[in-house]
């Protein structure tokens, strides 16, 4: 197994949280930009959150103060912790890494940079 691993999904009602988890057996998390990207039916995949090398961050308007990205470098894994969730948050989520650079402090919101990603987790918000 060389891709990325994610966890945590589940079923929740409006207002619950979840914590992702993305375990990365092949690259390292303190290295290259690394995010958080979701999927629903139908539409395009977009960026949630993302995390520089630098620990320099980026969110989407819609997910702001409500979700944080993090990273454990002794573990190599990512986080996505989610509150306060609501049923649009519905989607698959994937963990993705650009790996065009080594030193990352401006993660691309574009999908298409992100290279490497695994099988996702789905995440189900109900009312």
């Known amino acids: 197994q060389v891709q990325p691993v994610e966890s945590g999904g589940g079923s929740v009602q409006v207002g619950g949280s979840l914590r992702l988890s993305c375990a990365a057996p092949?690259?390292?998390?303190?290295?290259?930009?690394w995010g958080w990207f979701r999927q629903s039916p139908g539409k395009e995949r977009e960026g949630v959150a993302l995390i520089g090398s630098d620990d320099s961050t980026r969110y989407a308007d819609s997910v702001k103060g409500r979700f944080t990205i993090s990273k454990d470098t002794a573990e190599n894994t990512l986080y996505l912790q989610m509150n306060n969730l609501k049923p649009e948050d519905t989607a698959m989520y994937y963990c993705?890494?650009?790996?065009?650079?080594?030193?990352?402090?401006?993660?691309?919101?574009?999908?298409?940079?992100?290279?490497?990603w695994g099988q996702g987790t789905q995440v189900t918000v109900s009312s």
């Open positions: 993705e890494a650009d790996l065009r650079r080594n030193f990352c402090s401006t993660p691309d919101w574009d999908p298409t940079t992100y290279s490497y």
């Open positions: 092949r690259y390292s998390v303190s290295r290259y930009c």
